[in-house]
């Protein structure tokens, strides 16, 4: 029923756990699995004194994103393929992942968006995690939200 | 890897594409469907103060009967998606004013493993980002919720 299941993931163990789930279910449908994660654009500190003690250059932030991209998004690469899953993964840089969620499943052409219920800010007395909850009101395919 | 999945439904066109999926997928996995419809409780219409029946009146009685109807109107769409894709299939219906507690209720008591339902019901209005009743089921559900539209 599904041929391509899109993945986020913001490192947290809530989105561990959908992984596995997503990866079985993509299994089963003899789907494959687009794994995507979001960082927060770069942003140059407002420094007011000469101290540049913690400026941190763009360039130094791309690599500091992409070793953070790498780590998360090889959870997924793992497990797909030890299912046997085709993979592919990606990173993108937007102060809103809910809109990258939704524009990735739309630009990669992913007809299920699987998805952990809370992220890393798993503040558990919010209903629904925010990003989640966004995807939800913006996304026109299905979305499964597992915790 | 979904055994029994759970579709509750309101009748609305969007429910009835969820209960399409739903029987698609329990087809797949040669799971089982559950199809589940929540009647409201009886309200009594108090127009009128004096001992006249208000015109708007239906008795409980009544008001099961119409229960009754609907219920097997609503659980028969979901009976004939799923025999219409030979799936095996088992409705239920439970009568309350919070739906999504019965959704929660339902999952637990049938087994269930996985939720499908619409992302609106029928009062589907499209500004508000997400049902209510979807909303709650979401928030509480202890098996993943499949939302569609």
């Given at each position: 029923m599904f041929r391509n299941?899109?993945?986020?993931?913001?490192?947290?163990?809530?989105?561990?756990?959908?992984?596995?789930?997503a990866v079985r279910f993509a299994k089963e449908q003899k789907a494959r699995v687009t794994g995507l994660y979001v960082a927060p654009p770069y942003?140059?500190?407002?420094?007011?004194?000469?101290?540049?003690?913690?400026?941190?250059?763009p360039r130094q932030y791309e690599e500091s994103v992409s070793a953070t991209a790498r780590k998360y998004l090889k959870v997924i690469e793992t497990a797909a393929a030890a299912a046997g899953v085709p993979c592919q993964t990606l990173h993108t840089l937007s102060d809103y992942p809910y809109d990258e969620i939704v524009r990735t499943a739309r630009r990669r052409k992913c007809d299920l968006i699987h998805m952990a219920s809370h992220g890393r800010r798993g503040i558990s007395r919010l209903l629904l995690g925010s990003q989640t909850a966004k995807v939800l009101?913006?996304?026109?395919i299905p979305v499964i939200v597992c915790r | 890897m979904?055994?029994?999945?759970?579709?509750?439904?309101?009748?609305?066109?969007?429910?009835?594409?969820?209960?399409?999926?739903?029987?698609?997928?329990?087809?797949?996995?040669?799971?089982?469907?559950?199809?589940?419809?929540?009647?409201?409780?009886?309200?009594?219409n108090l127009y009128a103060y004096d001992e006249s029946v208000p015109a708007g009146f239906i008795s409980p009685r009544q008001f099961a009967a119409n229960t009754r109807k609907i219920a097997a109107r609503q659980l028969g769409a979901v009976r004939k998606a799923a025999a219409a894709a030979r799936v095996p299939c088992r409705t239920v219906s439970a009568q309350s004013n919070?739906?999504?507690?019965?959704?929660?209720?339902?999952?637990?008591?049938?087994?269930?493993?996985?939720?499908?339902?619409?992302?609106?019901?029928?009062?589907?209005?499209?500004?508000?980002?997400?049902?209510?009743?979807?909303?709650?089921?979401?928030?509480h559900a202890t098996v993943p919720v499949m939302v569609c539209r």
């Amino acid at each position: 029923m599904f041929r391509n299941i899109l993945v986020p993931t913001d490192g947290s163990p809530l989105s561990r756990r959908a992984i596995q789930q997503a990866v079985r279910f993509a299994k089963e449908q003899k789907a494959r699995v687009t794994g995507l994660y979001v960082a927060p654009p770069y942003k140059p500190g407002v420094i007011e004194d000469a101290s540049m003690l913690n400026f941190v250059t763009p360039r130094q932030y791309e690599e500091s994103v992409s070793a953070t991209a790498r780590k998360y998004l090889k959870v997924i690469e793992t497990a797909a393929a030890a299912a046997g899953v085709p993979c592919q993964t990606l990173h993108t840089l937007s102060d809103y992942p809910y809109d990258e969620i939704v524009r990735t499943a739309r630009r990669r052409k992913c007809d299920l968006i699987h998805m952990a219920s809370h992220g890393r800010r798993g503040i558990s007395r919010l209903l629904l995690g925010s990003q989640t909850a966004k995807v939800l009101a913006l996304s026109t395919i299905p979305v499964i939200v597992c915790r | 890897m979904f055994r029994n999945i759970l579709v509750p439904t309101d009748g609305s066109a969007r429910s009835r594409r969820a209960i399409g999926r739903a029987v698609r997928l329990a087809k797949e996995q040669k799971a089982r469907v559950t199809g589940l419809w929540v009647a409201p409780v009886w309200q009594p219409n108090l127009y009128a103060y004096d001992e006249s029946v208000p015109a708007g009146f239906i008795s409980p009685r009544q008001f099961a009967a119409n229960t009754r109807k609907i219920a097997a109107r609503q659980l028969g769409a979901v009976r004939k998606a799923a025999a219409a894709a030979r799936v095996p299939c088992r409705t239920v219906s439970a009568q309350s004013n919070f739906p999504h507690l019965e959704i929660i209720k339902a999952a637990r008591r049938n087994r269930c493993d996985l939720i499908v339902m619409a992302s609106h019901g029928r009062r589907g209005i499209s500004r508000m980002l997400l049902g209510s009743q979807t909303s709650m089921v979401l928030a509480h559900a202890t098996v993943p919720v499949m939302v569609c539209r």
